[in-house]
């Protein structure tokens, strides 16, 4: 499985931003896709995932502002940021999970005025 994710950026607090994660290879055995950021010095974190059969998570730092949702063919999950706070910033991380975890290249996302 291949991961690219699109989206990042600058934007100032309570702005929005969609980030993209388009999988390609064996798609098929994907059983769940899922963002985790990582800030300066601090672990790489969930922020919100999806089962393959369309369940989301979220971590309760980013609940009632980012939505995580998938194309039909499964093939493209999105994160909607809205209500981006400071302390979103981070490098964010596609994530899919098979038999074992792929990774993607992270997109920085800095949220600042």
């Known amino acids: 499985v291949q991961l690219q994710a699109f989206g990042g950026g600058l934007v100032q607090p309570g702005g929005s931003l969609r980030l993209s994660c388009a999988a390609s290879?064996?798609?098929?055995?994907?059983?769940?896709m899922g963002w985790y950021r990582q800030a300066p010095g601090k672990q790489r974190e969930l922020v919100a995932g999806?089962?393959?059969?369309?369940?989301?998570n979220y971590a309760d730092s980013v609940k009632g502002r980012f939505t995580i949702s998938r194309d039909k063919a499964k093939i493209t999950v999105y994160l909607q940021m809205n209500s981006l706070k400071p302390e979103d910033t981070a490098v964010y991380y596609c994530?899919?999970?098979?038999?074992?975890?792929?990774w993607g290249k992270g997109t920085q996302v800095t949220v600042s005025s």
């Open positions: 999806i089962t393959s059969g369309g369940t989301p």
């Open positions: 994530n899919a999970v098979t038999y074992m975890d792929y």
């Open positions: 290879g064996s798609i098929f055995s994907i059983k769940y």
